[in-house]
């Protein structure tokens, strides 16, 4: 069901974005956030909502000062509702032309520890760009799918709030595709901002349901299959180490497999049962 409801938005990065604007209530449908929500805080559902997505979509944890996920989160909340600030306007081509000023304002909203913008990376070059004589980043607008972020449990601290946020689909089922919890804080650049639509600033959210254990990738030496589901191999370090598997492509390629075999693999990780799932085999 969840690639399901993921097929709609529009690829990875590649797939989708998100944004907001400043000067109205935007137009387009919105996440809804439940519960008695404080009224400087009901626009924060935006940037989570970017954030939720980013994470889920490519199983990456929020990091604010890893220059891809500032990025693509960036690229995200801009490219859903830019379009919606006044300062945006649409290219020729359909692209939204995103002043950096605006951009940094949206930064600050997703990053409580925002500085500067980071340097936009590489990999990301087919999704977002600088124009210098426009002083702006184009990128393509984005598609939010059928689902929406709704927040919930508003818990306050002393320089902000603590809330559950969750992405539900809006389907029938309404699957709940992820839960995190969300920090917030004051936004310390809202006095400086005209007409500030963030009040507050994410400071971090920790992943609790809906999301797939993050991957990593090794190398080995096939020792042999203990079952249909179960190799052991033995890895760089000289560990000899059990791995189960599922996909129907990686068990045909185990099973005609020699031993002493060498591969590369990708692999993820249950901590709490201590299993180790092999995904792909390169």
């Not at 000067?23 to 956030?33: G, L, V």
Request: hydrophobic share 35%; with cysteine.
């Amino acid at each position: 069901m969840k690639k399901y409801i993921l097929y709609f938005m529009t690829a990875l990065f590649l797939l989708g974005a998100t944004g907001c604007s400043k000067n109205s209530e935007p137009s387009s449908p919105k996440p809804q956030a439940q519960g008695a929500v404080p009224q400087d805080m009901a626009t924060m559902v935006e940037p989570i909502d970017a954030l939720m997505r980013c994470m889920l979509e490519n199983n990456t944890d929020y990091d604010a000062t890893d220059p891809e996920f500032f990025w693509s989160a960036l690229y995200y909340f801009l490219g859903n509702s830019g379009a919606e600030n006044s300062l945006v306007t649409v290219t020729d081509d359909g692209r939204l032309k995103v002043p950096k000023k605006v951009a940094q304002e949206y930064a600050i909203a997703l990053f409580a520890t925002y500085d500067d913008l980071l340097p936009l990376p590489e990999s990301l070059s087919n999704s977002i760009t600088y124009d210098k004589d426009w002083d702006a980043y184009l990128l393509s607008q984005g598609d939010r799918g059928l689902s929406e972020t709704n927040l919930s449990d508003y818990r306050e601290t002393e320089n902000g709030y603590v809330i559950t946020a969750k992405l539900v689909s809006t389907m029938e089922d309404k699957e709940v595709l992820g839960k995190c919890q969300v920090t917030m804080q004051k936004n310390a650049f809202a006095d400086g901002i005209v007409d500030p639509r963030y009040f507050y600033s994410i400071a971090t959210m920790t992943k609790e349901e809906g999301f797939a254990p993050p991957t990593q990738s090794a190398s080995a030496v096939f020792n042999g299959l203990v079952d249909g589901h179960t190799v052991e191999m033995t890895l760089e370090d000289g560990t000899i180490q059990a791995f189960q598997f599922y996909d129907e492509t990686v068990s045909e390629k185990l099973h005609n497999m020699k031993e002493k075999d060498a591969f590369s693999f990708v692999y993820s990780t249950d901590e709490e049962a201590g299993a180790f799932t092999i995904l792909e085999i390169k």
